[in-house]
């Protein structure tokens, strides 16, 4: 069935360092692929989405690329700032499954002033 | 365009005591599911629903029943509550429904929940 594999947190970093969090899928299909961001006490938000393969998502200055050939979909951001201190959930989304969304476990982000 | 609208936002129960969760979504969205989170945790699947009359099991439905009698609600009903079911309680939707691309979930605010 399909899957999303996430790097395990926490990510501690500094403020204005480079941020790469892993994901890597296994779907069958064309599947959507997402990422989710959870601030403290709040519920999931979309933070950005690709629909198809070599798409890049970006928001916020966070960006990720859809790689069909390594089945990836790395988060990254060059310059971080305290106020990106949350959770961030890899998703996909696909059509062989009738659009259920599947997500990775979430990798706590935590940076320092 | 109200989303994905969850109540209570906190309660506490007592050992044995039972509640619904609700959930309400205005996007014709044919999924529906409920997560819970406990602390520093990741989303573990509860139960979802794939359309109107249709529910199956996620990864941890033991303890909790549902019902999806219209597109728009998905209560979740815990029966005999337990101190393990403290935890926050997401409920999400997600399409294709009117939007057939647009394909992303979308979650309400969550509930506390605590059992003592």
């Known amino acids: 069935g399909n899957s999303v594999t996430q790097m395990e947190g926490p990510v501690t970093l500094s403020e204005e360092a480079f941020l790469t969090i892993n994901c890597t899928y296994t779907?069958?299909?064309?599947?959507?692929l997402f990422w989710y961001v959870q601030y403290p006490g709040e519920g999931l938000q979309l933070l950005l989405k690709?629909?198809?393969?070599?798409d890049k998502g970006s928001n916020k200055g966070f960006e990720a690329t859809y790689r069909k050939e390594t089945t990836s979909f790395h988060l990254e951001k060059g310059s971080v700032q305290v106020s990106d201190s949350a959770v961030y959930f890899c998703?996909?989304?696909?059509?062989?499954?009738?659009?259920?969304?599947?997500f990775g476990a979430g990798t706590r982000l935590f940076v320092k002033a | 365009n109200a989303g994905v609208t969850q109540t209570p936002k906190f309660r506490i129960l007592k050992i044995g005591q039972s509640m619904t969760l609700q959930c309400t979504q205005d996007?014709?969205?044919?999924?529906m599911y409920w997560y819970r989170q406990d602390p520093g945790m990741g989303l573990k699947l509860i139960y979802y629903?794939?359309?109107?009359?249709?529910?199956d099991k996620g990864e941890v439905p033991n303890g909790y029943n549902v019902s999806r009698s219209t597109t728009e609600d998905f209560p979740l009903r815990l029966e005999l509550a337990a101190p393990s079911q403290t935890s926050v309680y997401f409920c999400?939707?997600?399409?294709?429904?009117?939007?057939?691309?647009?394909?992303?979930?979308?979650f309400g605010q969550g509930t506390r929940l605590t059992v003592v």
């Open positions: 999400a939707s997600s399409g294709p429904g009117q939007a057939p691309m647009n394909t992303e979930a979308f």
């Open positions: 779907a069958t299909g064309y599947p959507s």
């Open positions: 690709a629909t198809k393969a070599d």
């Open positions: 998703a996909l989304s696909s059509n062989t499954g009738g659009f259920k969304t599947i």
């Open positions: 996007m014709n969205h044919n999924y």
């Open positions: 629903s794939v359309g109107a009359g249709i529910t």
